[in-house]
């Protein structure tokens, strides 16, 4: 289910290389579907790891993100990252976290999408459990609907979705990398309205 931004949205423009759009009004913001593209043969190291990366997940964040719940009985998704791991080969990274905060890594196969072992985190205190165990509880947005919402404004491939905190304010931050140029586009998009708060443009 996507969860539409609220309101109007209303682009503003972006300064440059790497611009921000603040919101305005209602609290959302539009961004160019892809940003400037990129000439063949010409693209910055980030838009060519991202070249690498994508096509090489033949499954998506969605199916990462259920794989690692499913390892870890009785969580929730907290964040599922498109990345090289140790040995240098693509994996989506995940965290999960019971509803007591205590949160797991767990690495998914991109081709296969079955789950690794997760390792549990035994570094967290309690003030940091109880910190991650509210936000979730407290979410009426899932991370699916955030992506969909960030899909919604801009056709790509979704290789990041992680709960984070922007001023304070608890955001699902949505990564989608548009093919026709390799930029990547974040989206904020708030947990409890599914607004967008913020949009930025990597064009790096």
Avoid: F
């Amino acid at each position: 289910m996507v969860v539409a931004a609220a309101g109007a949205l209303l682009m503003c423009g972006c300064s440059g290389s790497g611009g921000q759009t603040p919101a305005h009004g209602t609290g959302a913001a539009q961004a160019s579907p892809s940003g400037s593209s990129s000439p063949s043969g010409n693209l910055t190291e980030d838009q060519a790891e991202r070249k690498a990366l994508i096509p090489a997940a033949k499954v998506d964040y969605e199916v990462a993100a259920k794989a690692a719940v499913k390892a870890v009985p009785g969580s929730k998704p907290v964040s599922v990252e498109l990345e090289r791991g140790a040995d240098g080969t693509p994996v989506w990274e995940t965290e999960v976290a019971k509803s007591d905060g205590t949160s797991s890594k767990v690495p998914v196969d991109v081709a296969t999408g079955k789950a690794g072992k997760p390792r549990t985190d035994t570094g967290e205190d309690s003030e940091d459990k109880t910190k991650l165990a509210s936000r979730l509880n407290n979410a009426k947005v899932t991370m699916y609907q955030a992506a969909g919402t960030a899909t919604g404004h801009t056709k790509g491939t979704v290789s990041t979705v992680k709960l984070d905190d922007e001023n304070d304010t608890p955001v699902w931050k949505v990564d989608v990398v548009t093919h026709a140029d390799w930029n990547k586009t974040t989206y904020d998009v708030d947990v409890s309205s599914g607004k967008v708060l913020r949009v930025k443009v990597d064009r790096d």
